[in-house]
C-alpha cells in the first residue's frame, strides 16, 4: 500500500494506534484528501454517492440547488480531514474560540446558557476547546457514548473515543441522553450553568430549514423557554489543521412570542452555517438527519 493510501485509510477507520498516527502527520493526510475525493467522484465511488444524493436533497430548495456533485467531492475530502482530527485528540486541545464577545454578552445576562450546537465539521471538538479556554460547561450527551461493552469494532470504538472528548470538560460535566434526562438538565440550565446540547436531531417541533419544514427535538428552545436561559448558538470550523470554536450573537427568549419563534430564531443561524460551508454537513448523511425530510416552504424560494 503506498503512503497515499495509508494516510487516506487512517481518516476512514479507527484501527491505526495513535502511535501510527504521530508517525504520519495530520498535514500529510489533510493534502491527500482533495485527490481522494476526486478519485471517488471520478469513479462514482459509494461514500461519495451517498453523499451526493444527501446534498441533493438539503440543497434542492436553496440558490445552491444543482451544486450537490461539487459540494458532495469538497464534503468527502471535509469528512477525511475531519475524522483525522476525531482520532487524533490532542489536536483539538490546541483549538481556538471565535465571537467569544458572543458567549461574554450571554454570560452578561446573569442567566443560563442553552448552548446549542450542530454536527457539522467536527462537532466533538467543542469539548476540549471549552475546558482549554476556561469555559464551565455541562453537556447532554449521546447515551451511545456510556453503553457498558461496547464491542472492538468501528462502532464501539467510536463511541468510546467520544466518551473521551465529552469527559475532558471534567468528571460528571455529561447528562446522558436518555430518558427523563430533560428535568435534571433544566435544573442545570435555571441554576444558571452553560449546557451544551445538539439542535439537528429528530423530534417533534416543526422548524424551518433550507426550504423545509423540518421536525426536530424540542430539547434546546424549551429548555431556554422553561428555563429562561438564552440559546447560544455554535458551530465547530476547521482552519488548517486546527478546530475553531465559532460562538453566533445569544438568542434571548424574552424577545420571542414562543417557543417556536425561538426554535426558528437559532435555526436561522444554523441554516446561514450550511450555506456558507455545505461540505462541513457531512456527518449528518451518517446521522438518520431529520434535515432533509419535510414538506416544501413555498414562500422560502431559491434566494435562501
Known amino acids: 500500500m503506498s503512503l497515499g493510501a495509508a494516510a487516506i485509510g487512517l481518516g476512514l477507520r479507527a484501527h491505526s494506534s495513535s502511535r501510527t498516527r504521530r508517525l504520519v502527520p495530520a498535514a500529510a493526510v489533510f493534502r491527500l484528501a482533495e485527490p481522494y475525493a476526486a ?10 454517492e451517498r453523499l451526493r444524493r444527501f446534498h441533493e436533497r438539503l440543497l434542492e430548495h436553496t ?9 458532495a467531492e469538497r464534503g468527502l475530502a471535509e469528512m477525511v480531514r475531519c475524522l483525522e482530527l476525531f482520532w487524533r485528540p490532542w489536536l483539538s486541545r490546541r483549538g481556538a474560540i471565535a465571537g467569544l464577545e458572543h458567549y461574554s454578552a450571554a454570560r452578561a445576562s446573569g442567566r443560563g446558557i442553552v448552548a446549542a450546537f450542530t454536527h457539522y465539521g467536527m462537532p466533538y471538538a467543542q469539548f476540549p476547546i471549552l475546558a482549554e479556554h476556561g469555559i464551565d460547561a455541562w453537556a447532554m450527551a449521546g447515551a451511545v457514548h456510556f453503553e457498558e461493552g461496547l464491542g472492538d469494532d468501528y462502532g464501539g470504538r467510536f463511541a468510546r ?11 460528571g460535566r455529561a447528562i446522558v441522553a436518555r430518558k427523563g434526562a430533560f428535568k435534571p438538565t433544566l435544573e442545570r440550565v435555571r441554576d444558571g450553568a452553560m449546557v451544551t446540547i445538539a439542535f439537528d436531531l429528530t ?26 436561559a438564552v440559546v447560544l448558538p455554535f ?27 425561538v426554535q426558528a430564531a437559532f435555526a436561522g443561524v444554523m441554516e446561514r452555517w450550511a450555506l456558507d460551508a455545505p461540505e462541513a454537513v457531512w456527518p449528518l448523511v451518517h446521522n438518520g438527519t431529520p434535515l432533509i425530510h419535510g414538506a416544501a416552504l413555498e414562500d422560502y424560494g431559491r434566494a435562501a
Open 63 to 71: 440558490a445552491l440547488a444543482g451544486q450537490e456533485a461539487e459540494v
Open 203 to 228: 423530534g417533534a417541533i416543526p422548524t424551518p430549514f433550507l426550504g423545509r419544514e423540518v421536525q426536530l427535538a424540542s430539547g434546546p428552545s424549551r429548555l431556554a423557554v422553561e428555563g429562561d
Open 39 to 48: 478519485r471517488a467522484r471520478a469513479a462514482g465511488g459509494p461514500r461519495y
Open 161 to 171: 473515543q467520544g466518551r473521551v472528548f465529552v469527559e475532558t470538560l471534567g468528571p
Open 235 to 261: 458551530v465547530i470550523r476547521r482552519e488548517g489543521i486546527r478546530p475553531v470554536l465559532h460562538f453566533a450573537a445569544p438568542v434571548d427568549p424574552r424577545e420571542h412570542p414562543g417557543q417556536a419563534s
